[in-house]
């Protein structure tokens, strides 16, 4: 079984900067598609951006695009996000997601692991 704890949100005025951690285990990290994903109050979840196996493929959704860094360390078996010019439209709870695979592709759906999830404020 996989499992998965997010590190790193917090508090942050807008145009301010935060990292996301994402620390797995259970498993061979490097066989592990991961992404992350995020769900506002009041909003269905929605991808945010996606990693393949050794980190080579991303994928981003448009909203964070040119914002957004997500990356791997499958030394350390910790995946992150480097969030920058966050707006307060950003807010919301941030999941890490992994889907076991064999090849080097990224995913917007079809995880099987979520963590519990970490809290991200944008004020205005």
């Known amino acids: 079984q996989v499992q998965l704890v997010e590190s790193g949100g917090g508090l942050v005025q807008a145009g301010g900067s935060l990292r996301l951690s994402c620390a797995a285990s259970g498993r061979t990290f490097s066989t592990l598609a991961m992404g992350w994903f995020r769900q506002a109050p009041g909003k269905e979840r929605e991808f945010v951006a996606a990693?393949?196996?050794?980190?080579?493929?991303?994928l981003y959704a448009d909203s964070v695009k040119g914002r957004f860094t997500i990356s791997r360390d499958n030394a350390k078996n910790t995946m992150y996000l480097q969030m920058n010019s966050l707006k307060p439209e950003d807010t919301a709870v941030y999941y890490c997601t992994a889907r076991i695979d064999w090849y080097e592709r990224v995913f917007e759906s079809g995880y099987d692991y979520w963590g519990q999830g970490t809290q991200v404020t944008v004020s205005s």
């Open positions: 990693i393949s196996l050794s980190g080579g493929r991303t």
